[in-house]
């Protein structure tokens, strides 16, 4: 097993990774928790539910079952209602604690729902897609969706610990794997290009979820973002780093549709038009951008944005969080594992597009 350490101000908690590790978590409940509360949507309590409740009652706590509708559609209020409806039906008070079992939007619903009951109750995260295991899971971001914008109600809750069984993985399509990868891959690209390195040697083994070379990519990649969140929880500087290959991703995510794409596969792509930004701008390396369109195909995420004029990808950026007052700002590496954020003006932005 490996243990990542996360220190922020909002807290401080282990990541253990191992695969198996679902029938080990009871070890992360606190021994003065009252009640249980598993929270997860129908598709992952058929696949690891029965496991996990084992797990829980080894503790001898009441363990109370809480189940979501899968799908980002219901990351909202109405969903919330749902849990603080379960939460207060069974009367947990404010020892009780939130397991929550699945993804990135089963964790961030659910932390959200551990950030306002009562104000304030502990959860534990147990990520079971890829994505969530390197990124969502970890950093203290919760959230639901409302109408008019993604993730646009929320809180930084940290979790007391995040459990990663890493064989959960197994059971996932292939396309949620590659997502996830991309992802994996990023933390090369912002922070370590040693790391990006061994990936690029290793994706063969990591697409099959070998389980060495996929217990070392979760547990890097959690240390890095690990390493980011601890220097700045709440994204008032550096944090802003995580979101390379974004700007350009929430754009075809948005201009596609919502689901078309996964998330991580938008951002695969967008992280090829993002160092191609980074050459015309910040001077990375030819050899370097050709790196990471190669491990961008590798782990079978898409390399060619859609064919869009150039006006409607400048109105999809500009409603990406991180365009301020009219300019375009974006995450860019002046080398391999070296990352900035800084505006670009539109006609440089334009001449990048125009090499798709
Ligand atoms: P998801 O939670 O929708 O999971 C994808 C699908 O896989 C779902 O149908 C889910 O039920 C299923 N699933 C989960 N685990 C499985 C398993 N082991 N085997 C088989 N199927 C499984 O999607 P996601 O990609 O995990 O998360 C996306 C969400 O994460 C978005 O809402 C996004 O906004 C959020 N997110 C949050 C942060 C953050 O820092 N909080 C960061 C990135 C993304
Ligand atoms: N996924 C970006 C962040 O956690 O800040």
Same mark, same amino acid.
């Given at each position: 097993m490996s243990v990542v350490h996360v220190q922020t101000p909002g807290g401080n908690y282990p990541i253990q990774v191992a695969p198996g590790r679902l029938d080990l978590m009871a070890e992360s409940i606190p021994s003065d928790a009252t009640t249980l509360a598993l929270i997860t949507n129908p598709t992952v309590f058929a696949l690891y539910g029965e496991r996990v409740l084992q797990a829980l009652n080894t503790t001898g706590k009441k363990v109370v079952q809480i189940l979501i509708e899968d799908g980002e559609q219901y990351k909202n209020g109405k969903t919330l209602d749902v849990i603080f409806d379960g939460l207060l039906q069974n009367r947990l008070d404010r020892k009780a604690v939130i397991v929550a079992l699945g993804g990135g939007v089963v964790g961030d619903i659910s932390g959200f729902a551990a950030a306002c009951f009562m104000r304030g109750i502990r959860f534990i995260q147990v990520p079971t897609t890829l994505l969530s295991q390197v990124d969502s899971s970890v950093g203290g971001k919760t959230a639901i969706n409302h109408p008019l914008g993604k993730n646009m109600i929320g809180a930084f809750y940290q979790p007391i610990a995040v459990e990663i069984d890493i064989h959960v993985l197994k059971t996932l399509p292939k396309r949620e794997i590659s997502a996830g990868l991309a992802e994996v891959i990023k933390y090369g690209m912002i922070t370590d290009a040693d790391f990006l390195d061994w990936c690029l040697a290793n994706t063969d083994a990591l697409n099959a979820l070998e389980d060495e070379p996929t217990q070392y990519a979760v547990t890097r990649s959690c240390e890095l973002k690990a390493y980011v969140v601890s220097q700045d929880e709440r994204e008032s500087g550096l944090r802003a780093i995580l979101n390379f290959g974004h700007t350009f991703g929430h754009a075809i995510e948005a201009g596609l549709g919502y689901?078309?794409? @996964?998330h991580g596969e938008a951002v695969g792509c967008g992280m090829i038009m993002a160092a191609e930004l980074s050459a015309e701008v910040c001077g990375l390396s030819a050899q370097s951008v050709q790196k990471i369109r190669d491990l961008v195909a590798a782990i079978g995420c898409p390399t060619e944005p859609p064919k869009w004029d150039h006006d409607k990808w400048i109105d999809l950026m500009g409603l990406d969080k991180k365009a301020e007052g009219g300019q375009l700002r974006f995450v860019l @590496?002046?080398? @391999?594992g070296k990352s900035v954020v800084q505006t670009v003006d539109v006609a440089t932005v334009k001449k990048v597009l125009a090499k798709f």
């Open positions: 689901g078309k794409w @996964l @590496l002046p080398e @391999l």
